[in-house]
T-cell receptor, first 114, second 113 residues
Framework: DADVTQTPRNRITKTGKRIMLECSQT?????MYWYRQDPGLGLRLIYY???????NKGEISDGYSVSRQAQAKFSLSLESAIPNQTALYFC?????????????FGPGTRLTVL | QKEVEQDPGPLSVPEGAIVSLNCTYS??????FMWYRQYSRKGPELLMY????GNKEDGRFTAQVDKSSKYISLFIRDSQPSDSATYLC?????????????FGSGTRLSIRP
């Protein structure tokens, strides 16, 4: 089984709808991240969490919210989806305190907002 | 101007060739440099990391940093079809996992058998 799973893998929705993307990890790591990937822009950090009680905004958090339900679960919500939120979304987790500690990424969720 | 520039490719080379992948950056505070590999329909995976200037070798892969030119490279020797993927450079000014990491947009590499 995969160490980091994301659901759904693909989602098409309409402008204004509320969407939740879910991430689960079995690696036992405390640190979890949400990124989005857009062609020509690379990966950009949306939110990160260092433990269940610690949530931090990344560089592009506007329009998004997160919930850390447990050590293993970190959800990303789009309260009112808009077309420019169409992107590939990745969840990641790491155990360590340095940027060289590998982040283990999930397979991604491809979101399309019409 | 983007903080990190990376040629998107695609780059297509024959099997066995030496591949050079590059990134340039504008922020002189960057000290920590990473290369990620991303296969199609998968998340990125950390391939190599280096600190400050110099070279680091790991098997067929060599990462090179030239801070004076704000230029980093990843060399792949004896390239294999299994190396076909998108390669992302990434860099940060801080060592902590709370530090901001800037990713390049990725170079798509294809190795022809």
């Amino acid at each position: 089984d995969a160490d980091v799973t994301q659901t759904p893998r693909n989602r098409i929705t309409k402008t204004g709808k509320r969407i939740m993307l879910e991430c689960s990890q079995t690696k036992g790591h405390d640190r979890m991240y949400w990124y989005r990937q857009d062609p020509g822009l690379g990966l950009r950090l949306i939110y990160y969490s260092f433990d269940v009680k610690d949530i931090n905004k990344g560089e592009i958090s506007d329009g998004y919210s997160v919930s850390r339900q447990a050590q293993a679960k970190f959800s990303l919500s789009l309260e009112s989806a808009i077309p420019n939120q169409t992107a590939l979304y990745f969840c990641a987790t790491t155990s360590g305190g340095s940027i060289f500690d590998e982040q283990f990424f999930g397979p991604g969720t491809r979101l399309t907002v019409l | 101007q983007k903080e990190v520039e990376q040629d998107p490719g695609p780059l297509s080379v024959p099997e066995g060739a030496i591949v050079s992948l590059n990134c340039t950056y504008s922020n002189s505070a960057f000290q920590y440099f990473m290369w990620y590999r991303q296969y199609s329909r998968k998340g990125p995976e950390l391939l190599m990391y280096t600190y400050s200037s110099g070279n680091k070798e790991d098997g067929r892969f060599t990462a090179q940093v030239d801070k004076s030119s704000k230029y980093i490279s990843l060399f792949i020797r004896d390239s294999q079809p299994s190396d076909s993927a998108t390669y992302l450079c990434a860099m940060s000014a801080g060592y902590s996992s709370a530090s901001k990491i800037i990713f390049g947009s990725g170079t798509r590499l294809s190795i022809r058998p």
